[in-house]
């Protein structure tokens, strides 16, 4: 088993910046490929970003490509999502998520997920 939790989250406002963080425990988490999506009310979970095992590999949705970075400490067990010039289309429940493999976008290839992390981008 892995757990995560995710912190970080709050309001901001268009076109500021907040890092959301993933602790993990449980399973060696440098085994793991790492992933964020996210979810707003009424609309299906989408995909954000993931990071490989080692964290030198890094795929992103197109919607936040130069503007969002994920990163790794392995030796932290934590994974990180720095979001700039963030859009109130963006407001949504973050979640962060482990899978032995890499299934970019394919919600059903990972096997644990954290509670979520609220953001809430005012216009």
């Known amino acids: 088993q892995v757990q995560l939790v995710e912190s970080g989250g709050g309001l901001v406002q268009a076109g500021g910046s907040l890092r959301l963080s993933c602790a993990a425990s449980?399973?060696?988490?440098?085994?793991?490929?790492m992933a964020w999506f996210r979810q707003a009310p009424g609309k299906e979970r989408e995909f954000v970003a993931a990071i490989n095992s080692s964290g030198g590999s890094t795929h992103y949705a197109d919607s936040v490509k130069g503007r969002f970075t994920l990163s790794r400490d392995n030796a932290k067990n934590t994974v990180y999502l720095q979001m700039n010039s963030l859009k109130p289309e963006e407001t949504a429940s973050y979640y962060c998520a482990a899978s032995r493999w890499f299934y970019g976008s394919n919600l059903m290839g990972y096997d644990y997920w954290g509670q979520g992390t609220q953001v809430t981008v005012s216009s």
């Open positions: 449980g399973r060696t988490f440098s085994n793991y490929w």
